[in-house]
């Protein structure tokens, strides 16, 4: 284990101090930042993000992506927990905590609209950050493109119904620029630019070079490119964090405790199956992660930028990264109760 992955809770905290001090003490920096935004993408983050996932996508070849489309276990994993057992659990879950347990302290008005911004995070799968929290698992890169194209091409007809039936609302606007965009960004170009590398350097230096030499040069990207992720995302959120402290703990539990739930159901239904860890952590990890990008631009379009909604969204965003952290700690704690790794599920 490299130096960064050693001692990787502590440089996490390090970032999100770092993050909320420079949002307080620098405005200006995220205000300059906060200029480069397209769609709800926030473009530098996009970047970070991309530098993050294009080492993993070097690992893919084209064949063990047919491969993987043969193997339907681990994608029914994903599909069945992402839609037909996530938005429902996280609208109980959150319904019980925000309308019902802390009734005394949120009013009724807020508590509803803290509930929808927790059903839009429940009905969003996550598309980028999953490749990050694969490649910290060992997860099989090849296979959790293919679980993240899955769920992205549901989205584009699960997310609308879901959403509307849970919120009780006939119109919900679902911003497909900043889904299509994401797409984009956090899947064809990275693994395009990664498909054509992995071409070149082989055909030109050799395979042996290439796995022996050429990924390892990226060893450290990953997690350099998620903490200083960190720090931007904080630097934003400085404000909402030390302006509503109260508030966001409340959130922030019946989000932990969903997301904690999800990768249970899912992890354990791999383990059940006997799947690989290279294919049972990824599937847990993409019903526990969320689509934040989308439920944010969803909750300002529906609710407004000062909103109840908007702000559980954010409070999704500040605690996703230290809750799957954790949860891929647990993975790979867990790694022996797992078969070896084979292409036969």
């Known amino acids: 284990m490299g130096f960064f992955e050693r001692y990787l809770t502590l440089w996490v905290a390090i970032c999100i101090v770092v993050g909320v001090a420079i949002g307080q003490f620098f405005p200006g920096v995220p205000e300059f930042l906060s200029q480069f935004e397209y769609a709800n993408v926030s473009i530098p983050v996009a970047i970070l993000i991309w530098l993050m996932i294009y080492p ?58 803290y509930l929808a911004g927790a059903i839009l995070l429940g009905a969003a799968p996550c598309t980028a950050m999953v490749f990050v929290w694969s490649h910290l698992t060992k997860g099989n890169p090849a296979y959790t493109l293919v679980q993240v194209a ?66 390892s040069k990226f060893n450290n990207t990953t997690i350099v490119g998620l903490l200083l992720t960190l720090i931007i995302i904080f630097s934003f959120q400085g404000d909402v964090i030390l302006g509503n402290p109260l508030h966001i703990a409340m959130i922030a539990i019946p989000l932990t405790i969903q997301t904690f739930l999800i990768f249970t159901i899912a992890y354990g239904w791999a383990k059940a199956w006997k799947l690989p860890h290279n294919i049972a952590a990824p ?44 949860l891929v700690r647990i993975a790979n704690k867990t790694r022996n109760w797992f078969p070896e790794s084979k292409l036969d599920m």
């Open 56 to 113: 993993m996508m070097l690992k893919i070849d084209f064949s063990s992506i047919l491969q993987a489309t043969k193997n339907p276990k681990g994608l029914t994993v994903t599909t069945v927990i992402n839609w037909l057992i996530k938005p429902f659990t996280m609208y109980l879950i959150a319904f019980f905590f925000l309308k019902i347990v802390f009734a005394p302290w949120i009013s009724e008005d807020l508590g509803t609209q």
């Open 283 to 326: 599937a847990g990890m993409i019903g526990a992660s969320n689509f934040f990008e989308l439920a944010v631009a969803v909750a300002i379009a529906l609710f407004g930028l000062d909103s109840g909604a908007t702000l559980a969204t954010v409070v999704g965003v500040l605690v996703e990264v230290p809750l799957m952290l954790a």
């Open 150 to 215: 899955v769920n992205d091409i549901i989205l584009l007809f699960a997310f609308t119904p879901i959403v509307a039936f849970l919120l009780g609302v006939s119109d919900v606007f679902v911003p497909y620029e900043t889904l299509f965009l994401s797409v984009l960004l956090f899947v064809v170009i990275p693994f395009t630019a990664g498909y054509f590398s992995r071409k070149y350097i082989i055909k030109n230096k050799g395979l042996h070079y290439f796995e022996n030499n050429f990924i």
